[in-house]
């Protein structure tokens, strides 16, 4: 991006200057200047113009301007989540301990924990939130984020704010809802004091970077004087060395078994993981996830160098840090290769001088098509590959996600050990056979092989805090997982609730998982209730909602008498069907309306008495 005096309040030598530093800068030290830009007493067109103009890589700032404050403060702050799986709660509390320690009086909450209406006391507010299937808030921030879209939302002009957006560029709605936050948080009076970052899912570095801006850009006596670069580090830091093992420092640990859990002749493989944690330290819950950081198939790497011109022994620098790994190590452990966002498509398009590229990129409908089921290799292929060197071909690449799965053990069932249960994904598409890059790893495990992990707590999918409360899981295929997990903590501690599983799959010979497990606790009374729905071994397919359906009387009253309903598995599909027979047995067992159901069901998620775990 060059500067133009033509276009920008600046003279030539300010641009040539600007223009020569830059290209130097990294994407932190870009975030960072924003919000020290921000903060510094400026004309707010000098500081509406840098947020504009400054625009990073890995977290694209938000276009809309941040305003100095320089009015009298307030030293009190409140954080605000929303996070279906726990990644932006992590961050709003080391945001926290962060701010502390310099002074502020912080309050963290989930956005369901919060009166929406008391947003109107606030002075200062800091929104983290995800993005959760098309561009919809998690389940814990929808309470908040329709009273701020609805008629009752109050005037906010005494409200200073920023947002951290959470979200997977691979979706068409990228960070939507930390979007819309931004947007409606504008328009109902309050002052944006640092520009909205926007977080792909390698979001440490800009949501650190974003803590930084904030801290800087918030009114207080170290306003004076904003916080160097190093200082805020120190504090990061800091914190982060409380937690021993993560994404970015994960352990190895070693597989002690590796199962395939379905019959011969299934259409599917799913693979029961049971894994050590001696030495670790590492503790988790039932309803915690387990994080695993996963390499690309070899295979596959070798087939995208054999496409591409450069040597895969030549050195290449993959981070911010300068970590230096060789093109084909880069390819193997660190950028993902496996899946193409817009975004992606798009930065290649700047490197390169194909046509037929470029008309995909101007057609949005046709470049959504395309990246639909196509890898790394499709796109070298189809368009050939860009950049003069292997340095500037990885530039427009990401890190490879970790992968995150349900754990399916109790702790106090099994010390020093986490199971899991995963479903091995192939498929065809386009030609080409395409394996997943993380369930066909766990596949080839065998025992004695290291695989890197780290736990990743989720509390918005817990069990209920007096074990006599009655429980509904409803689990198809591998959501199975978790209440698994459940079943085995409510064994060991004695609880007395009663107990309701829902599971689905495709064959009741050959994909009934844990079966034996299932029925013991039916017979030792552990389990009070089992309904199963195996949808190809009847002439009319039945799935979960079905049974569901055919209990809704029974149901209805558990759920009268205190219940928790519990979701987990797919939420493109099968969540979204449970959750409208869910409101279809609300609304006739309850004798309400379609309104009133959905009322009633949002009072449960309020409660925290209808809990999903979906992905």
Excluded at 119 to 138: D, M
Excluded at 552 to 574: H, N, P, T
Aim: glycine residues 6%; contains cysteine.
């Amino acid at each position: 991006m060059q500067l133009q005096v033509m276009n920008s309040p600046f003279n030539q030598e300010q641009a040539d200057l600007l223009n020569r530093l830059l290209p130097t800068l990294t994407e932190t030290q870009k975030i960072w200047l924003c919000g020290y830009l921000a903060s510094a007493k400026v004309e707010s067109s000098a500081a509406s113009y840098s947020a504009a103009a400054l625009e990073t890589k890995s977290a694209p700032v938000a276009q809309e301007s941040a305003q100095p404050v320089t009015e009298s403060f307030s030293k009190d702050v409140t954080i605000l989540y929303g996070s279906q799986t726990g990644n932006a709660q992590g961050i709003a509390e080391k945001a926290k301990k962060t701010l502390a320690s310099q002074g502020f009086n912080v309050t963290v909450s989930a956005m369901s924990d919060f009166k929406p209406n008391n947003v109107k006391k606030l002075q200062n507010l800091l929104i983290v939130v995800s993005t959760h299937g098309e561009g919809e808030p998690p389940d814990n921030a929808i309470t908040f984020y329709e009273f701020l879209h609805g008629k009752r939302a109050p005037k906010l002009d005494d409200l200073r704010y920023s947002v951290l957006s959470l979200g997977d560029s691979s979706y068409e709605f990228f960070c939507q809802t930390g979007k819309d936050f931004d947007k409606k948080l504008e328009e109902l009076g309050g002052t944006r004091i640092h520009p909205r970052v926007d977080c792909d899912l390698d979001y440490d570095e800009p949501a650190s970077a974003w803590v930084e801006g904030v801290l800087t850009a918030l009114p207080g006596e170290q306003s004076a004087e904003p916080a160097t670069t190093s200082a805020v580090h120190a504090t990061a830091n800091s914190v982060e060395t409380e937690v021993v093992y993560s994404r970015k420092n994960p352990f190895y640990a070693e597989v002690f078994e590796n199962i395939n859990l379905n019959g011969r002749g299934s259409n599917k493989e799913t693979r029961h993981l049971e894994i050590s944690l001696e030495g670790s330290g590492l503790t988790y819950q039932p309803g915690d996830a387990l994080g695993i950081v996963p390499t690309n198939d070899p295979d596959l790497v070798g087939e995208l160098v054999k496409e591409l011109p450069w040597n895969p022994d030549e050195s290449v620098v993959v981070d911010n840090g300068g970590q230096n790994l060789s093109f084909k190590e880069s390819l193997t452990s660190y950028f993902e290769i496996t899946v193409l966002t817009k975004g992606l498509v798009k930065k290649v398009g700047e490197q390169s001088t194909n046509k037929e590229l470029q008309e995909l990129i101007n057609d949005e409908e046709k470049l959504k098509e395309y990246i639909d089921g196509r890898d790394l290799i499709d796109l070298v292929r189809d368009f050939g590959p860009w950049g003069s060197s292997a340095q500037e071909f990885v530039s427009v690449l990401r890190k490879i996600p970790t992968r995150l799965y349900s754990i399916a053990s109790s702790l106090e069932a099994n010390p020093e050990e986490v199971h899991l249960t995963i479903g091995v994904v192939n498929y065809e598409a386009h030609g080409r056979e395409r394996k997943g890059v993380c369930s066909n790893l766990a596949a080839g495990l065998e025992p004695g092989d290291k695989l890197p992990i780290y736990v990743h707590p989720n509390t918005n999918f817990r069990l209920p805090e007096n074990p006599d409360t009655p429980i509904i899981m409803v689990g198809p295929g591998t959501g199975v997982a978790p209440f698994r997990a459940f079943m085995q903590e409510r064994e060991e501690i004695g609880a007395t609730g009663k107990s309701w599983m829902f599971f689905g799959d495709q064959h009741f010979v050959t994909d009934f998982l844990y079966q034996t497990e299932w029925q013991k606790w039916l017979k030792d009374g552990v389990l009070t209730k089992m309904d199963v729905a195996f949808s190809r071994d009847t002439e009319q397919k039945v799935y979960v909602q079905h049974r569901m359906l055919e209990n809704s009387k029974e149901l209805f009253q558990w759920i009268q008498e205190g219940a928790v309903f519990y979701v987990c598995g797919d939420k493109d599909r099968m969540a979204k069907d449970v959750q409208n027979t869910l409101i279809e047995i609300i609304e006739k067992e309850g004798n309400l309306s379609h309104e009133q159901a959905e009322e009633y069901l949002s009072n449960l998620r309020n409660e925290k008495r209808y809990l999903r775990d979906v992905y």
